[in-house]
């Protein structure tokens, strides 16, 4: 009685190998976040002393102004990421990892390798995808209208 998982046709062996795919995950994305976050913290240290006083400075910070920017964009990504592998080890725990979130049916295993932390089946996904796309093509319209 025990043994019965609904139609997730996922054995023990390959929920553990996801588990420690996603642990691998996330102490990488852990530690790349701690690197970015420490060179946001101290985005000067690696400009040498000499480099600053010459009196293009200005000009220079606008740049790091930019790489800041950038890095804080790829923190979100990356936070973001976090917060699926935490869900998806999460329904590891309660035995619903692997299941379309959307339709129910289990999540393709060639899929997973891919994408541990995936939400949906992949015939979801693209639906998902399509409906985005539309949506962007008429917002682009509606901005080129707009424009006119
Ligand atoms: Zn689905």
Do not use: V, W
């Not at 869900?87 to 309660?94: C, M, R, T, Y």
């Not at 619903?96 to 999540?107: A, D, L, N, T």
């Amino acid at each position: 009685m025990c043994e019965g998982n609904k139609g997730g046709e996922m054995t023990q062996k390959e929920l553990e190998f996801f588990r420690n795919l996603l642990l691998k995950m996330k102490r990488e994305i852990k530690e790349a976040l701690e690197e970015k976050r420490k060179r946001i913290q101290n985005p000067y240290q690696e400009t040498s002393s000499e480099l600053s006083l010459l009196p293009s400075h200005e000009a220079d910070r606008g740049t790091d102004e930019e790489i800041l920017e950038e890095t804080a964009l790829h923190l979100t990504a990356d936070a973001n990421a976090l917060f699926e592998i935490e869900e998806a080890l999460n329904k590891i725990e309660k035995g619903e990892y692997g299941i379309c979130e959307r339709c129910g049916k289990p999540i393709e295993i060639e899929r997973l390798k891919i994408i541990p932390y995936a939400k949906y089946c992949l015939k979801c996904q693209r639906d998902i995808e399509a409906l985005q796309s539309k949506e962007e093509e008429y917002e682009n319209r509606r901005f080129k209208e707009f424009r006119i």
